[in-house]
């Protein structure tokens, strides 16, 4: 599966990379591609090109803060969760985001 992630939290430091980390590992141990585009402190890194959107098979937005540019996700499943659940248990999060592709 291809998934995309927006990962941020309010202040935009250590949470949003731990769990853009933490999900770019899991995904990987589970066989999955995944971008993993993080809005930190210094902005948006990793920016999500519309044709990467296009091609995943569902959204995951680990952010405790509203996700900018939100609306480039509209037309696909988006699983939303807190950046630290991200952090603890990226393997539980993805495989939950999963379920929301229909097959």
């Known amino acids: 599966m291809k998934i995309v992630a927006v990962t941020a939290c309010p202040t935009g430091i250590a949470h949003t990379y731990m769990a853009a980390e933490a999900l770019e590992n899991a995904a990987k141990k589970l066989g999955h591609k995944i971008k993993v585009e993080t809005q930190g402190s210094i902005g948006i890194e990793n920016k999500i090109t519309q044709k990467e959107i296009d091609e995943a098979d569902v959204v995951i ?10 609306s480039r996700f509209k ?3 988006i ?6 659940k991200a952090i603890k248990n ?3 999060i993805i495989e939950e985001a ?3 592709v229909k097959k």
Do not use: N, S
């Open 61 to 70: 937005f680990a952010a405790d803060v509203a996700v900018k540019e939100e």
């Open 98 to 100: 999963l379920k929301l």
């Open 75 to 77: 037309d696909k499943p």
């Open 90 to 92: 990226a393997k539980a």
């Open 79 to 84: 699983y939303k969760v807190e950046a630290q």
